[in-house]
């Protein structure tokens, strides 16, 4: 009799884990969910905006005063031809002291403004020095906690959880995130670093390993990539090198 996982792989009925993709076999599955209608809630609509008619529009009313034809009457003596022309020849002043006055009257010419000395161009503004790029910062995240273990200056990390008895104690102890529940071996699987580049390798662990939910072979290095997902056993890792 085989048991088989959410994915179709056959396992014997005996085993705990798949072992294509390390999912956990239970012995029966049963679930139902219950459909819950939900009213989405009714907004009431305001009462809509009274609209003008057109009994409604206002009037005005101009009022122009009435025009009148009698326009007023201007009355003017005129002098008799003889005293206008007396008056006009002796208000009149000489040539030569109109000239005078109207010389002594026209002001002077102001100054020439001095010109403007040159004026020297602007010194061009320095140019910002292009940023430094950003080192990468190579760490682990557990995946449902906040915890993080860095791993800049590093190149040899192993992963695992630790067990005194048997004199094991990896750089990396799971212990507290659910190692021994979750199926991690004492030393499971093995991270090197190779100029920029990191792999990840099984240690030939019991619950395997596994990257992006896909199993590795034992005792091989597999490349990994910043964002790639790790799975030792049943416990979750985020492998990440950037901010």
């Not at 179709?8 to 139902?32: I, K, M, R, V």
């Not at 002001?107 to 020095?129: G, H, R, V």
Request: negative net charge.
């Amino acid at each position: 009799m085989t048991i088989r996982c959410s994915q179709g792989h056959a396992n014997p009925d005996t085993a705990t884990f798949c072992d294509e993709c390390g999912e956990p076999l239970p012995a029966s599955t049963s679930a139902s969910a219950a459909n819950l209608d939900i009213d989405e809630p009714t907004v009431p609509s305001g009462p809509a905006a009274p609209q003008p008619t057109d009994n409604e529009a206002p009037t005005q009313a101009a009022s122009h005063p009435p025009a009148t034809d009698e326009a007023p009457t201007v009355a003017a003596s005129a002098p008799a031809p003889d005293q206008a022309e007396t008056a006009a020849a002796q208000s009149a002043p000489a040539p030569d002291q109109a000239e005078t006055a109207v010389a002594s009257s026209a002001p002077a010419a102001p100054p020439s403004a001095p010109a403007a000395p040159d004026q020297a161009a602007p010194a061009p503004a320095p140019s910002m020095p292009a940023p430094a790029p950003v080192a990468a910062q190579p760490r682990l995240l557990v995946e449902g906690t906040e915890a993080t273990f860095d791993l800049a200056g590093k190149t040899s990390v192993v992963l695992g959880r630790e067990d005194i008895p048997s004199n094991s104690f990896p750089d990396v102890d799971l212990t507290p995130y659910g190692a021994e529940e979750g199926g991690v071996s004492r030393l499971h699987a093995h991270l090197t670093q190779s100029g920029e580049s990191w792999n990840i390798e099984d240690l030939d662990s019991t619950n395997f390993t596994f990257v992006n939910r896909k199993r590795i072979p034992p005792k091989t290095p597999t490349p990994l990539n910043d964002g790639d997902e790790i799975r030792l056993g049943r416990v979750g890792l985020r492998f990440k090198t950037t901010a």
